[in-house]
């Protein structure tokens, strides 16, 4: 028997599976149909109990750890990020062409727990009506952990790279702050064909020659990025061309005098309507994220780019006359319509004209 237990004292009883373990963290939910190698493997989930509301898990098990390009070809990184996993049926059988493992191992591999048998619409109804919730999911009766609240810690820290790592390609200088990195964001900026620097959250890349600076997805709250944030302040200062994406959106718009808060219970799915401000084009996005920009403290010199159709939050801000802008949602993503992937090569041409500027 697995228990999970919220924070307001509701209790679940479910089945585990996976690593038979006690963890605790903030219990979140993804809305989306596949594609859980990839979201267990996200590092914006790093602290949070993950809630699947598709009812069928595990049906395609777990492809191998294939390498191309240096990147794990199937997964987001190299570890699952997740504190444990909350499922409605797990499937042990599984069958798809290049699955090497059921989902029970994989996840007892990097000892995470999970539990099935739950009622996931349920317990997604309650978390949308009290908000996001502070959980622990334990064996029998054996409560161990305190509950824990990952967005009062660096987890920015936690997941970021440690040292510099170079993807070489042409002549365009793509510096990438690694705040949890998805790894296809990666391969969607070397698809341009750039050299892409990768350094960690808190390096000062001002001192590095580039010509255009991506900022990644990221989890927590992006009070905590101090230094990046700094960091960002002097890019904004330097002209160069600016893409923040996720994570990213937030830290470029508090650079840029804008504020943040915590959503009550986030994006996390597939199928998100966006709008592109000003037009009536609207883009099918992937998300995840718990934190938001207030747009209205945005400085004078800038504007909203994208709004969410569904709650009217913030999706995205961009520079009124110089080459910044970030979007809320992942262009990179493709568990449905790979609608906004334009968006790296339209910064791919601020970073060419910006060149065509400076000489």
């Known amino acids: 028997m ?19 373990c006690s963890v605790s963290g903030e219990v979140v939910f993804n809305t989306a149909m596949t594609g859980y190698p990839e979201s267990l493997t996200d590092p914006s989930y790093k ?9 069928l898990i595990g049906n395609y098990g777990v492809p191998g750890k294939a390498i191309q390009e240096n990147l794990s070809k199937y997964f987001e990184s190299d570890r699952i990020h997740i504190s444990g996993l909350v499922i409605s049926s797990y499937s042990a059988e599984y069958s798809h062409w290049n699955a090497l493992e ?21 317990l ?38 440690r040292e510099k790592i170079t993807y070489p390609g ?62 960002l302040e002097k890019a904004i200062a330097s002209g160069r061309p600016i893409f923040g994406i996720c994570l990213g959106n937030q830290l470029l718009a508090i650079a840029a005098g804008a504020t943040t808060y915590k959503l009550k219970y986030g994006h996390r ?15 099918i996005t992937s998300q995840n994220h718990g934190f938001a920009v207030d747009d209205s403290h945005l400085g004078k010199d800038w504007k909203p780019f994208f709004i969410n159709l569904n709650d009217g939050t913030n999706e995205g801000i961009r520079h009124k006359k110089k080459p910044f802008f970030s979007t809320q949602f992942h262009p990179e993503a493709s568990g449905g319509p790979t609608d906004t992937r334009f968006l790296f090569d339209d910064f791919m041409d601020l970073v060419q004209a910006f060149k065509m500027k400076r000489k």
């Open 2 to 20: 697995a228990q999970l237990l919220l924070d307001d004292g509701t209790r679940i009883t479910g089945k585990p599976f996976g690593a038979l």
């Open 47 to 55: 602290g949070q109990i993950l809630v699947l509301t598709y009812p």
């Open 102 to 122: 059921n989902l029970s191992d994989w996840l007892l591999a990097h000892n995470v727990p999970g539990i099935s048998g739950i009622d996931t619409r349920a």
């Open 124 to 161: 997604v109804k309650l978390l949308r009506e009290r908000g996001t919730m502070l959980g622990k999911l334990f064996q029998n009766d054996e409560d161990e952990v305190e509950f824990y609240d990952p967005n009062k810690d660096n987890l920015v820290e936690q997941v970021s790279i």
């Open 170 to 231: 042409n002549e365009n200088r793509i510096i990438l702050v690694d705040c949890g990195v998805k790894n296809n964001i990666i391969r969607c900026l070397m698809d341009t064909g750039a050299t892409v620097i990768r350094v960690p959250w808190d390096y000062d890349f001002t001192q590095e020659d580039y010509d255009g600076l991506v900022v990644s997805n990221g989890p927590g709250d992006p009070q905590m990025c101090r230094e990046t944030i700094g960091n």
């Open 269 to 283: 799915g597939y199928n998100q309507p966006v709008l592109l401000c000003g037009t009536k084009k609207t883009y």
